[in-house]
Every structure is written in structure tokens, then in C-alpha cells.
């Protein structure tokens, strides 16, 4: 609760409209007290007398009446029919959705079509039906609004009545022998009157300003008695010559829908938990860049690709998450290089770094560099990252159902690919994309390039996005765990048609995974990670038949090994490291069983030529 | 597709029959005898019985409703007694001038909304999300009869750029510009609430769509910033901004009551509310009956547009 008024409290917008219909509230409450003069008193003398003049603050209407004594008894008049159409329709529609939720079967599917019948009308027709049968009048005019506003009620209640209706506590009351009615108002009641709450909130501003809208066109209250609608609708007829006597009404309507608004929205924000964490944020086009220094031009290197002391962070309010904390690592052309480690090691963030694609905000890249063939990424203008993008260097994603986009079809998506980079005619890429669907062995590729994505099994599915990182040709394709959604035969496929695609076109792969399993199939170099930085690297043979770090032993130990007999499994202890929180030293140190005094003082260093090692006690020699 | 047309027409019988008792149901609440009601106080006897024979009022509830469903059936909506017309003929004369009004509105408010909604998720938190957000809390806010009156001082008073109201000048009107001059301001007094709406949860819709997979997956091959969000991004978001597109059409037609009265635009909301005053039943029972039913199949029309859209729902 604290928490919740605490946010409250931060929207600047909601605090604005509580204090103004909070002032609102207040001059009603108090206005029997205060000496006005009375609202209905004509005076013809005194007709359209403009604000502050002869001692009237808001000057007078058409029959010399006191604009803001009319104003104040208005508001009132307005704002308790508006809070009396929301009770009614809130406790009607609530009960309604009780009684559909709680019985279900035919009870809720006979109840719920006459729901859909309503919401069916435009629905201040609705009201004007009502009205036209019941007569003009104010409590006609708030029996038709409420009325109108029941079906929004019943729906919601209904459905949070269903989601409860069948829990525990619900289910041992009935075994207890509770009555029907016993058990709605004990068990079900409390836990549905929060969400009634909520939707009168969001919509009392509404039906405020349905009522003044009937009373407006003269069906709501009757004169001499006047609501703001109603004082708004007589004033019509002189808005010419007498403006001020419409504005003061209307503004007043406007203050107290706005503010109620304001207050709602505040609320509803509040009370959802997705924007709390501040998840509703869209990523930019490119990562936010923030280094202190730019690190110089080096052309020397045959690497295609290169990160050197690659960092990355995410910055969620005060809390600082180092996911990359300086990875280096270099590929060759033609070389598969492997980047393996646990869910949350940084190898994904490590992989999206190099073109730009971590989430900004909050991811951030805060120092390095990432050189292809040898000119920095890190920092590039958006126009040459985009250029580049898909261009030299290409990317697979894990999961190609959420990464495929489901409106289109694959066809198009390849054909798209092409065509931002090469100017070709539609019908020369579309005939390419039937040719890549083809190398990628999909059959009947040209058929096939007219389905959608959801019509794909999920092998297919990550053929076509393979096709779409071949499109132009790149340098170097990023594979983020391209088999890890896929069941293991297909994942064998795949895994081959990379393997082969590698071979006959010299493309340099970068593969991020979990399982050493595939590392050992497809790479020809790994490098392991753990808590946002790289701890031994070497060639996949080496690195498989004799791990250096305790750490990669200990995993490779983890994975099962087929037909090898009774060997134990042996699961590490502990978890991996928050990443707001690394310890001193080497971060593997808490749960290794070789970890002395030494591991955790300072920074380890990842040591050796060709073979690299982060470890002062390590499993074999490097050096 | 064909297919999936006809399916939601066929659903859409219920619906329209549900209408119907819904409206007659509210009518038969009408306190005391309805002909004395139509006839007022001052009625004879015998002028009260005739009527009630007239209109099937003796007859049992459920044989009056089923001889009011034939009725209609055939295009016989009843008679006005104020303005001693065939229903059917005044409402579809006064909803074609409606048609227009909320047409434009609606048109104004599905563009324009999606629009500012797309422009305030893609520059999230910068000037111009600040500055549509505050817009839209206005928007939303003000009530439109009030809005309208506000403009007509402005524009066609202080200003003098447009009519005061009207659909037509009444001496050497009735051309395309002067439909265009007079529907300018009822069309965006109309629309701005609708607008706010659609601007706020097009908003919402994009930024939910701009976390997605495939919106990486767009910038990773290359696709530039502006298709990325006005393509790729709105595409998707459109799924669920269809949906809101067919409620604010129900609140577009039935606002258009407040914005004819103020602009004594001849539509068929000023119609009904003349009717309701005058305690012309006949008028308000086929008014309403026949705008709900026009409602019914522009829901379809939108239904049928979102599965266009989204071929995952059409089977």
C-alpha cells in the first residue's frame, strides 16, 4: 500500500489532479456554509452582468442569477449524480458479474450474451432510449447513464470472479458447507471489490460528463434546478453576447473530468506492475554509447572481427547490472569461434554489443571496441551501423517465432532484406529469396515464400532466418543459441546446414550456446564466460579434452554423456554472481572448491598466448 | 474469406435480434398508457382506444413485439405523429447527414490518432510524447458540446473564417466547399475525444510492439529507423489498434447527438433528441433501432478489416 501511494505520489500528472479535485470536493462540501447568495433568486435587472462587476465574482446569467453561487450548487448537484450513477452501476454490474462468474455454465453464458447485446449499442443511444421511455429528468437521466455503464462492470468482475471462483479457499469453504451466498459475500467479495474500486475510478470522470451531456441537451435536470449541464445548455442561447455565462460551466466540467482522469490514469499506472519496473520502454535504433575514451585506430590485425575490452551495462534506476565487464575475443575469416556460458553470463549482450542491438534504454555500451576489419563499431554514426547491419555482418536469433515477424510472409521478409541494401527490383529479390529459401534447403521454397511465419514448423521457421543472415552475402554471421528452441533432430539439421554454409562460402560464425555439445560439432575455437567476462579460451579440442579453469571442468562435467556408464553428475553449488553485485577478484572464487584467500583480492588477469586461462590455481598448464 | 464474411453476418442475427428486445423492452417501461403518452393528457377516450389499436397495443407483449419485428421487416418502421412521415423515410434522410459528420470524424480520429500515438512511442519521454500527452489529456477531458461552442465563438464569431452551423448555406450553398466549410468544425469538435483515445492506446500498442523480437530482428537486417516504426512496428500494432478503432466509431455516431445540437447539424441525433422532447415514441424507437444496426455491421466491416490484417485469425 505505501509502495503504491509512493508511485502515486511520483506521478507529477495524478498529484496535479488530486489537488484539484481535492479544491474541487472541499468549496462543495463547504458551500452550504459559505454566505451566497441564492442560486435561484432572479433578478431581471441585473441580467448578463459580466465577472467582478457589482459584486458578482462571475457575474450573472439570463435571469440576473448569481453565476458562482449557481456554479458551486451546480457542482455539487453534478458531481453526486456522477458519483451515484458509478455506485449504482458499480454495485449492479458487480453483481451481475458475480453471480455469472461464480455459477458459471448456462447462468454465465445466458448473462453474458445479454451483456454482449448492450455493449452492442452505440451506447449514449442507449441512454437517449432510456430517457425517451422514462421522461426527461435528472434521476431519469442518471438511471439511463448508470444503466448504460453496467455492462463494463459485469464484464470486468465477471472475469476476476472466474480467476477465483475455483481456487483453494474457495473450494474448502464449499467443503465446509457454506451456502452459495455465504461464500460470495465472505470469500469472493473482498477479493472483487479492489477491481470495482479501480473501474469506478477510471470511470466516474465519464459518467460526470454523460450526465451534464443529457442534462445539456435538456433531458437531465429541469430548471429552476441546474446541474452544470444544464447551466451550460441554457446559457447556449445568449453564447454570443454573453460568453462568460457557457465558459463558466464548461470550464468547470473540464477541470473536473481532467482531474478525475488525471487521478485514474495515476492509479491504474500505479497499479500495474509492468511499468513499475520501468518494462514499458521502447529500445532505441542504436545502443547508447557512453565511453571515456575512444580507443585508437588499429588496422593490423587479420582479424574480421575483433572485441577488445568489450563492456556493457544495464542501468535500471540507481542499480548498475555490469553484463559484459571487457570482453576481448578475436575471429578470423572462415573461423567459427564458439562463446559458451550459463543463461545470464553475458554472452547474448555480448553477441547484440557488436552491432548496436542491446535494449537502450538501459542497456548502455560504457567503454572498447568492436572493429570490423579493423574500424571501430562502438560509437559509429546510426546511418553506418545500419549500413553495415545485416550487410557485413548478419545475425540468427534463438526463438524464430518471436523474431520472425508475424505479419508478413517469409517471402517478403527475405525479399526486405535484400532490398535494403542492394538497389534491385522487387521481382530480382524475390526471385533471390526463392534461390536462398532454396540453398537453405526449404522444399518447394518458391511456394513456400508466400507463407507466414505461424505456418512454418519451427525448423523451417530457422531455416528462413538463416536464408534471411545469408541475404547479403556477410562477412560474419552472430548466432545467438540459432538451436537451443528446437528439438534435437532438427537442431542436428541445422547445425549441418551451418557447418556446410561455413565451408562452401568462407563466412566467419560466431556461435553463442550453452551446450558443449554443439560447440565440439561446429567450432573451431571456444571461449567460456562467466559473470560478464571471458575466463579460458583456446581451440575446441583443447579446451574440451583438458579444461584450465575450474570453472569450464565443472561444466563440462555437468553434461551427460551418452552410453558412458555410471558416471556421477556432478552440479556445481551455488548460483552465478548477481551482476549488480560482483565479488572481488575472481567471481567464480564463492563456489570453486579450489578458491583460496589469494582468488578474491584482486583482479585476476586472463593469462596465455594462444590458450588463455583466468585462474592463478589452474586445472592445467597453459603457458 | 468469403467464408469468414458470412460467418460473422450470420453471427451478427443474434445481435440484431438481442437489439431489438433490448429497445422494445426499454420502450414497453414507458409508465402508463403509451397512446396516452403520444396523444398527451388532453386526449378523448375514444382517440386514446383507436391509437391503441392502431399501434397493436391491445394485443399481448409478445405478439406486439413479433408484429413490430414483421413490420420492419417489410420497411414499414411505423409513423411520426409530430411529423406525420413514414419513420423510415426521416431517419435515413436525417442518418445520411450523420453519416457525413461522423464519418469525417471518424477519419479525422483514426489519422490523426494513429499518428500521435506512433510519433509519441517512437520519441518516448522526449518533447513531443510530453507535449501530445498533455494534448491528449485535454483532448479527453473536455466535453465536446462545450468544445464546439468554445470554437464556434473563435471561428465563426471572433474570427468570422466559418459558418456559425449548418450543413448547408441556406442561399446559394449545397456544393462540396460549402459542405467541407460547414462540416470543418462539428467534424473536429466531434473527433477530438476519439482522437485522445485512439492517440493514447496507439501509444500503448507501439510500445508494447517496439519490444519485440522481430523489431530487433528488423534493425539487425539493415531496416531503416522510419520503416522500422511506421512499417514493421505499426503493422503489428494495428492488430491491436483496429479493435479500438471500432469502439470509438460507436462513440463518434452517438456523440454526433451533442455536436448536431450545437451545430444544428440536420443528422438523426438532433432527430432523436426532438423526438424524445416531443414524446414522438415511433421516431426514437426506429431512430435507435436503425442506427444500433448500422453499428452492429460496421463492427463487422471492422472485424472483417482485422482479419485482413492478421492472417493468424482468419482459418
Given at each position: ?505 568462407g563466412v566467419s560464425i560466431l556461435f553463442i550456446t550453452h551446450d558443449f555439445g554443439v560447440v565440439g560439432q561446429l567450432c573451431d575455437r571456444v571461449a567460456v564466460m562467466y559473470a560478464g567476462r571471458i575466463v579460458e579460451e583456446g581451440t575446441t579440442a583443447e579446451v574440451l579434452d583438458a579444461p584450465a579453469h575450474p570453472y569450464t571442468k565443472r561444466l563440462i562435467a555437468c553434461v551427460p554423456e551418452l552410453g558412458a556408464g555410471r558416471r556421477e553428475l556432478h552440479a556445481i553449488p551455488g548460483l552465478p554472481p548477481a551482476v ?44 | ?235 503489428a500494432a494495428m492488430v491491436s489498434i483496429i479493435p479500438v478503432l471500432g469502439i470509438q466509431a460507436g462513440f463518434v455516431l452517438s456523440g454526433a447527438v451533442y455536436i448536431e445540437i450545437v451545430f444544428q447539424w440536420p443528422g438523426v441525433g438532433r432527430m432523436l433528441v426532438d423526438a424524445i422532447l416531443k414524446r414522438d415514441l415511433l421516431l426514437v424507437q426506429g431512430g ?28
Open positions: 500500500m505505501s509502495t503504491f501511494l509512493k508511485l502515486l505520489a511520483r506521478n507529477r500528472l495524478a498529484v496535479f489532479g488530486a489537488a484539484v479535485l481535492g479544491a474541487i470536493i472541499l468549496l462543495v462540501v463547504i458551500t452550504p456554509l459559505l454566505p451566497l447568495p441564492d442560486p435561484n433568486a432572479t433578478a431581471t435587472a441585473d441580467r448578463f452582468k459580466r465577472p467582478f462587476s457589482d459584486g458578482f465574482i462571475l457575474g450573472t446569467d439570463h435571469l440576473g442569477r448569481d453565476l458562482f453561487s449557481r456554479l458551486l450548487w451546480g457542482t455539487q448537484l453534478s458531481l453526486a449524480v456522477g458519483l451515484a450513477a458509478a455506485l449504482i452501476a458499480g454495485t449492479i454490474g458487480a453483481a451481475i458479474g458475480i453471480v455469472a462468474g461464480y455459477f458459471g455454465g448456462r447462468i454465465d453464458n445466458v448473462i453474458m450474451r445479454a451483456i454482449d447485446m448492450l455493449m452492442a449499442f452505440p451506447y449514449i443511444l442507449l441512454a437517449l432510449a432510456i430517457v425517451a421511455a422514462l421522461g426527461p429528468g435528472l434521476l431519469n437521466a442518471l438511471y439511463a447513464v448508470a444503466a448504460v455503464n453496467i455492462p463494463f462492470f459485469a464484464r470486468n468482475v465477471r472475469g476476476v470472479t472466474v480467476s477465483i471462483a475455483h481456487k483453494e479457499f474457495v473450494d474448502a469453504a464449499r467443503l465446509s458447507g457454506m451456502g452459495h451466498l455465504r461464500i460470495i459475500t465472505t470469500e469472493i467479495l473482498p477479493n472483487v471489490l479492489p477491481v470495482v474500486v479501480i473501474a469506478m475510478s477510471t470511470t466516474i470522470g465519464w459518467m460526470i460528463l454523460e450526465t451534464a451531456g443529457l442534462s445539456f441537451l435538456g433531458l437531465g435536470s429541469q430548471p429552476p434546478q441546474a446541474d452544470l449541464g444544464s447551466m451550460l445548455g441554457e446559457a447556449r442561447a445568449a453564447m454570443i453576447t454573453a460568453p462568460h455565462t457557457s465558459i463558466v460551466p464548461g470550464v468547470m466540467i473540464l477541470l473536473i473530468v481532467m482531474s478525475v482522469n488525471l487521478l485514474g490514469d495515476g492509479v491504474r499506472d500505479a497499479l500495474d506492475p509492468r511499468l513499475r519496473s520501468g518494462a514499458l520502454s521502447r529500445p532505441m535504433a542504436a545502443t547508447l554509447v557512453r565511453r571515456d575514451e575512444t580507443p585508437p585506430e588499429k588496422t593490423d590485425t587479420k582479424a574480421v572481427l575483433s572485441l577488445e575490452n568489450l563492456e556493457t551495462r544495464f542501468e535500471v534506476g540507481a542499480r548498475i547490472y555490469r553484463a559484459v565487464g571487457g570482453v576481448s575475443l578475436a575471429i578470423q575469416p572462415g573461423e567459427c569461434v564458439g562463446l559458451i556460458g550459463e543463461s545470464g553470463s553475458g554472452k547474448s549482450v555480448t553477441a547484440l554489443s557488436v552491432m548496436g542491438l542491446v535494449a537502450s534504454p538501459p542497456g548502455v555500451v560504457t567503454g572498447g571496441a568492436v572493429r570490423l576489419n579493423g574500424q571501430d563499431l562502438i560509437g559509429a554514426p546510426y546511418a553506418r551501423l545500419r549500413a553495415l547491419r545485416g550487410d557485413r555482418v548478419a545475425y540468427i536469433f534463438q526463438d524464430p517465432l518471436s523474431t520472425l515477424h508475424p505479419l508478413y510472409r517469409v517471402g517478403d521478409q527475405l525479399t526486405e532484406a535484400i532490398r535494403v541494401h542492394h538497389r534491385i527490383s522487387r521481382d530480382a529479390a524475390h526471385e533471390r529469396a526463392v534461390k536462398l529459401l532454396e540453398d537453405v534447403h526449404i522444399p518447394n521454397a518458391r511456394a513456400r515464400a508466400r507463407s507466414y511465419p505461424h505456418e512454418l514448423s519451427g525448423g523451417m521457421r530457422q531455416r528462413v532466418a538463416i536464408a534471411m543472415a545469408l541475404a547479403n552475402e556477410p562477412e560474419v554471421i552472430i548466432a545467438d543459441e540459432p538451436t537451443t528452441a528446437l528439438d534435437v533432430t532438427v537442431q542436428a539439421q541445422i547445425l549441418k546446414l551451418l557447418d556446410n554454409l561455413r565451408r562452401d562460402r549488480d553485485q560482483l565479488p572481488h577478484g575472481c567471481a567464480f572464487a564463492p563456489r570453486c572448491h579450489k578458491a583460496t584467500g589469494l582468488c578474491a583480492t584482486s583482479d585476476i588477469p586472463l593469462d596465455g598466448r594462444k590458450r588463455k586461462v583466468r585462474c592463478i590455481l589452474p586445472e592445467e598448464d597453459v603457458a | 474469406m468469403g467464408g469468414y464474411i458470412l460467418k460473422r453476418l450470420v453471427s451478427a442475427v443474434p445481435v440484431l435480434l438481442g437489439i431489438t428486445v433490448i429497445v422494445f423492452a426499454i420502450m414497453s417501461l414507458i409508465p402508463g398508457d403509451p397512446a396516452t403518452a403520444i396523444l398527451g393528457s388532453y386526449a378523448t377516450p375514444e382517440n386514446v382506444e383507436k391509437l391503441n389499436r392502431d399501434l397493436g397495443l391491445d394485443k399481448p407483449l409478445v405478439q406486439q413485439y413479433f408484429i413490430w419485428i414483421g413490420n420492419m421487416l417489410q420497411g414499414d418502421f411505423g409513423r411520426s405523429f409530430a411529423l406525420n412521415r413514414p419513420v423510415l423515410d426521416e431517419v435515413l434522410d436525417r442518418f445520411s447527414a450523420t453519416l457525413v459528420l461522423a464519418g469525417a470524424a471518424f477519419v479525422l480520429c483514426a489519422v490523426l490518432g494513429i499518428i500521435a500515438g506512433v510519433i509519441s512511442a517512437a520519441r518516448q519521454y522526449g518533447w513531443a510524447d510530453r507535449a501530445i500527452t498533455v494534448a491528449v489529456i485535454l483532448g479527453i477531458s473536455i466535453p465536446s458540446f462545450f468544445l464546439g461552442m468554445m470554437m464556434i465563438l473563435l471561428f465563426a464569431v471572433r474570427l468570422k473564417w466559418l459558418p456559425v452551423s449548418g450543413m448547408y448555406a441556406i442561399y446559394g450553398g449545397g456544393d462540396l466547399p460549402d459542405l467541407l466549410r460547414h462540416l470543418a468544425m462539428p467534424a473536429i469538435a466531434l473527433s477530438l475525444v476519439a482522437t485522445g483515445v485512439v492517440a493514447r492506446l496507439s501509444r500503448a500498442a507501439m510500445l508494447e510492439v517496439l519490444r519485440q523480437d522481430f523489431i530487433r530482428t528488423a534493425r539487425a537486417k539493415g531496416v531503416g529507423e522510419r520503416r522500422v516504426i511506421w512499417g514493421h512496428a505499426l503493422r435507435v433501432v436503425f442506427v444500433a444496426a448500422c453499428y452492429v455491421f460496421f463492427n463487422i466491416v471492422v472485424d472483417v478489416a482485422q482479419s485482413l490484417l492478421d492472417p493468424r485469425i482468419r482459418t
